[in-house]
């Protein structure tokens, strides 16, 4: 139990276009969604918080406009890089949780390669 | 601030051996931590996580407040141990900030 997916795995794409990423989590309900960033060799940065039904809270230095996150039901939420650029080509991972304070479940991460 | 900080970017250590991977964190409120692995090629799991006082796959981790670790112990490792693991800092929102990480590679 507890799984959560990630579509695409991977992506290419070109200077000034925009990329969706989907989180899902397969089997329960995920009331609070969790966006990572991983440069290679480095760790995992919070990128932003995603709560079903309201915005997204960003961590600091990272731009929502560029950004975007929705978290339009229980079971998925999605990523839009927006007007991406080669210093956005990285691994996005995202996580799930059930409820405040349990385990988050991990994807598998998405990898971004913008050209 | 907050802060979590591995020491260690690898560690290498022969199968039987004993393995320890350190974990030190700063932040101002009651921590909760947690030790996270990374298979190769898979994805991120949790390890174990201070409050359930456990022990998975032979690991252990004891959290010391006084010196403000959380290190992760195993008295005989094995090749299947061999993996990226990060050390994590939960605040009271239940957000995540992860430590550098240290790889760990068994020999046989």
């Known amino acids: 139990g507890a799984v959560v997916s990630q579509h695409p795995s991977w992506v290419i794409c070109k200077s000034g276009t925009s990329v969706k990423i989907e989180c899902r989590s397969l089997d329960f309900q995920a009331t609070t969604m969790f966006w990572y960033r991983q440069f290679p060799k480095q760790s995992l940065m919070l990128m932003a918080t995603?709560?079903?039904?309201?915005?997204?809270?960003?961590e600091q230095g990272v731009e929502k406009d560029k950004f975007l996150i929705n978290h339009a039901s229980l079971t998925l939420s999605t990523l839009t890089v927006t007007s991406a650029h080669p210093e956005d080509s990285s691994f996005y991972i995202c996580?799930?949780?059930?409820?405040?304070?349990?385990?988050?479940?991990f994807g598998p991460g998405t990898r971004l390669l913008v050209l | 601030a907050q802060r979590v900080t591995q020491p260690e970017k690898l560690l290498s250590v022969f199968k039987g051996a004993p393995v320890e991977l350190k974990c030190n964190y700063s932040?101002?409120?009651?921590?909760?931590l947690f030790w996270y692995v990374q298979y190769s090629r898979q994805r991120l799991q949790l390890l174990l996580r201070h409050i359930s006082r456990e022990s998975i796959k032979g690991f252990t981790a004891d959290l010391n407040k006084g010196e403000t670790s959380f290190h992760l112990k195993k008295p005989f490792a094995q090749e299947e141990d061999s993996a990226m693991y990060y050390c994590?800092?939960?605040?009271?929102?239940?957000?995540?900030?992860f430590g550098a990480g240290t790889q760990v590679v068994v020999t046989p």
């Open positions: 995603s709560n079903e039904g309201s915005k997204a809270t960003y």
């Open positions: 996580s799930a949780r059930i409820r405040a304070m349990e385990t988050q479940y």
């Open positions: 994590a800092l939960g605040d009271s929102w239940g957000k995540l900030q």
């Open positions: 932040y101002s409120g009651s921590p909760e």
